[in-house]
């Protein structure tokens, strides 16, 4: 289904080690508002997507997410690749190192594991749509808050890279929503589900 080039949407060079910002970033990868909840959430809503333009921008846009997942996992890697045990302790990244010793394992910045619980998939475009848009806003908010925090060149620059697909995706998702909502006939569209409807008035 997938043409998989062998490189990163965004280059990632990191030289110096920094367990502190890869427990910051990693959130971007398994937490709540991250890249693996995104792509999960878009490639399974595809599916009851009636709309067969909006299931195929589902299907990009998912897609997409999981080369942003490769990019934060990137981030995450080389901020710890070569770890030493004493800046492992001095880091504060010893509980994880725990668990995983410098493998990527998707959980939030608080250590929440993934959990699917993180996005829905409802069978309605409408819903789902609007859950994508409010998705997208919130791993723009995330993307900001780490740039509060981070100063480091090499991290920053595939940080704010991100942070602008966020924003596109949710122009994106806006558009998709329209069409959905220009092609129904009933002009409150927010009380039916367009794609399985039914007669409440009964």
């Known amino acids: 289904m997938w043409s998989y080039e062998k490189r990163l949407q965004c280059p990632v060079k990191i030289d110096q080690c920094n367990p502190k910002l890869a427990q910051v970033i990693m959130s971007q990868f398994g937490g709540p508002d991250g890249e693996l909840a995104a792509s999960m959430r878009y490639l399974s809503q595809r599916y009851t997507m009636p709309n067969r333009k909006i299931a195929g921008l589902l299907t990009d846009i998912g897609t997409e997410e999981l080369a942003h997942m490769e990019i934060v996992s990137a981030i995450v890697h080389q901020l710890t690749d070569g770890l030493t045990p004493e800046q492992i302790v001095e880091g504060g990244f010893q509980n994880y190192y725990v668990d995983h010793t410098l493998g990527l394992w998707p959980q939030s910045a608080g250590g929440i594991p993934f959990n699917s619980c993180f996005f829905q998939s409802k069978g309605d475009p409408i ?39 966020e924003i596109i995706h949710f122009q994106r998702f806006g558009e998709a929503l329209r069409m959905i909502t220009d092609n129904m006939d009933s002009k409150n569209f927010y009380a039916i589900n367009p794609a399985f409807p039914a007669d409440f008035s009964k």
């Open 127 to 165: 819903t789902d749509l609007v859950e994508d848009m409010a998705a997208e806003q919130k791993a723009r908010t995330t993307y900001d808050n780490i740039l509060r925090l981070v100063h480091d060149h090499d991290v920053c620059e595939p940080i704010k890279f991100l942070r602008k697909r």
